[in-house]
């Protein structure tokens, strides 16, 4: 407990900027209990009374794969860093990015337009770049974590994460195929799906379409409470849905950024329905909802710094205005004092790098 301030400590309070003290002229002294700053005097002191702090453990690297005869230029123009990666490229990244000691990455197919479909039905079929990739990975790097995210964005001609039906996206039929996605994917090895489509109900279906298929080990990650955000704009023209979507959106299925509550209604269906693990996205603009997840519910809560927020620390750096790698350290603060028990970032093998060699 704080003791309440003395006279004395009140007074000395209330003297003015060179006012003077009695005879004490130069040298004005307080008399305090307390001094915060001799806490931070030294390095080593800061150290000592840090409360966050950020472990490669905390990471998970989300990566785009694609075709070995991907004709598209494999770099992200907006995200200078990122490339999209054929399947054996991915193996050798990955393989580092386990020997880094991150333990996860999500993976982002890169579809081939001829192949998208409007009903994403690519996403389901055991053969498919997702499924490839999953058992190359499993193959060659064993313990390294591996997340499948379930939405049909990628599959679709229109671009949207579900079925069209007369302008709306269906979300029965929707949830239907999401199960036949995360089946696939679990078959093929993932240990983790994670649906990033917003449809109500899916969670549970998807739950019990697992169970069903005798993969009651596979785990389930939410992206319970996902918003209809600006920032994806960079990933969308990643993963090639950003051309299919036109001037569509996603805001009868992904939440409105005004709404805070409705967010921890999302979470509260979602483990309800079995999720293991919830998630938050994007990251810096929905902190408040972080720490309202954790608090309220205390389960595993993951953060999403999407490509936007990405974009945005690179673009500002190479404009001269931010110092890169000091802004995206003190981002994964924010996120892991909001409450994250895990990262989603695209700077995760940066980021293990400078944890294991700070200099
Ligand atoms: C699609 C999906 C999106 C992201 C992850 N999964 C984009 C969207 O909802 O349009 C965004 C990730 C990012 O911006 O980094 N289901």
Avoid at 196 to 201: I, K, L, T, V
């Amino acid at each position: 407990m704080l003791k309440p301030m003395n006279g004395s400590e009140q007074d000395a309070l209330d003297v003015a900027p060179g006012q003077s003290i009695g005879t004490e002229v130069n040298a004005p002294h307080l008399t305090l209990a307390r001094r915060l700053r001799r806490r931070r005097a030294a390095p080593w002191m800061r150290d000592l009374v840090r409360e966050h702090a950020l472990l490669a453990s905390d990471l998970i690297w989300p990566v785009f794969v694609r075709e070995d005869n991907d004709p598209a230029d494999p770099a992200v123009s907006t995200m200078p860093g990122v490339r999209r990666l054929t399947i054996s490229e991915l193996v050798t990244a990955a393989a580092e990015a386990h020997a880094l000691g991150i333990p996860a990455l999500a993976l982002f197919p890169v579809i081939e337009a001829s192949r998208k479909t409007p009903d994403g039905i690519e996403a389901t079929r055991p053969d498919n770049l997702v499924c490839r990739a999953v058992r190359a990975l499993r193959e060659a790097v064993p313990n390294l974590g591996l997340i499948c995210d379930v939405a049909l964005d990628p599959f679709t001609s229109h671009g949207q994460d579900g079925i069209l039906r007369d302008g709306d996206i269906a979300n029965d039929e929707t949830v239907a195929m999401l199960c036949r996605q995360a089946v696939n994917q679990a078959q093929a090895g993932c240990q983790v799906v994670a649906p990033s489509d917003m449809m109500d109900g899916r969670v549970g279906a998807i739950r019990r379409a697992l169970d069903g298929a005798g993969l009651t080990h596979v785990s389930i990650l939410a992206y319970a409470a996902k918003y209809a955000s600006a920032y994806y704009g960079p990933f969308r023209a990643a993963v090639g849905s950003a051309a299919q979507l036109g001037a569509a959106d996603k805001r009868t299925y992904q939440m409105d950024p005004g709404n805070g509550d409705e967010a921890l209604l999302e979470v509260a269906l979602d483990l309800e329905e079995g999720a293991d693990f919830v998630m938050v996205k994007p990251g810096m603009p929905y902190l408040d909802i972080v720490h309202r997840v954790k608090t309220r519910f205390g389960v595993p809560t993951f953060v999403y710094q999407v490509s936007g927020e990405y974009a945005m620390l690179q673009a500002a750096s190479k404009a001269g205005a931010l110092a890169y790698k000091a802004c995206l350290l003190e981002a994964m603060l924010s996120f892991k004092r909001a409450g994250a028990d895990a990262i989603l970032t695209y700077a995760a093998p940066e980021l293990a790098r400078w944890l294991q060699d700070p200099t």
